[in-house]
């Protein structure tokens, strides 16, 4: 099992691009999310999905899209970003929801 | 609203000694709780969680905690500190049947020898 894998690891963008951030897991999991981190703030949650076809908001919503069109994958788009999204970036993901959660190994995003 | 409270952002410790990180949260009800630690660069890992039951909860790398209801805490604690735990320590809950985790906002270690 790879588990819960995360492309790319690093990124550069200037203001007012957009991009995806990539994220799949090989555990047949139900629930996954998005995490930013930023320096004491720990993690905060995106977005989140339950299942395929399923999402929802989480804490920090605003200027970031998903959606899961297949259990394995769930993306993270950045419609046109700002330097206020320069951050540390976490996919997770569980069997169900309140369960433990998996973790990639994060994209660390610049934008400038 | 759910929050999780880690008082200290900072600890240092000796090699070999004892260590105790603390977590508070506010929940209406008992959630799942749960312990990670992220080297640095790295993603996070599972120390231990609690779901039920017997209140001292073992986990990975000889790390343990304590479920005390009545002060809404779920401290992590370690006999024995070795170097290779510098790392930064998250507690988190999540709702039973709820949707969400709730993060700490992290207690960083160093370990001197």
């Known amino acids: 099992n790879a588990g819960v894998t995360q492309t790319p690891k690093f990124q550069v963008l200037k203001t007012g691009q957009s991009m995806t951030l990539q994220c799949a897991q090989d555990?047949?999991?139900?629930?996954m999310s998005w995490y930013r981190q930023d320096p004491g703030m720990g993690l905060r949650l995106i977005h989140y999905s339950v299942g395929a076809g399923i999402t929802d908001q989480g804490e920090v919503p605003n200027g970031y899209n998903v959606s899961r069109s297949t259990t394995e994958d769930f993306p993270l788009r950045l419609l046109s970003a700002a330097p206020s999204q320069t951050s540390v970036y976490f996919c997770?993901?569980?069997?169900?929801?309140?369960?433990?959660?998996?973790f990639g190994p994060g994209t660390r995003l610049t934008v400038l | 609203a759910q929050s999780v409270t880690q008082p200290d952002i900072h600890i240092t410790v000796s090699e070999g000694a004892s260590l105790e990180l603390r977590c508070n949260y506010s929940?209406?009800?008992?959630?799942?709780l749960f312990w990670y630690v992220q080297s640095p660069g790295q993603g996070l890992q599972l120390l231990l969680k609690y779901f039920s039951g017997d209140t001292l909860v073992q986990g990975i790398k000889g790390f343990e905690a304590e479920f005390k209801r009545s002060q809404s805490s779920f401290n992590l604690r370690k006999p024995s500190v070795h170097w290779s735990d510098a790392a930064e320590y998250f507690c988190a809950v999540a709702a039973r049947g709820g949707n969400q985790f709730y993060f700490g906002t992290g207690t960083s270690l160093t370990v001197i020898p």
């Open positions: 997770a993901s569980s069997y169900s929801r309140g369960h433990e959660q998996f």
């Open positions: 929940y209406g009800a008992t959630p799942y």
């Open positions: 555990m047949n999991h139900e629930y």
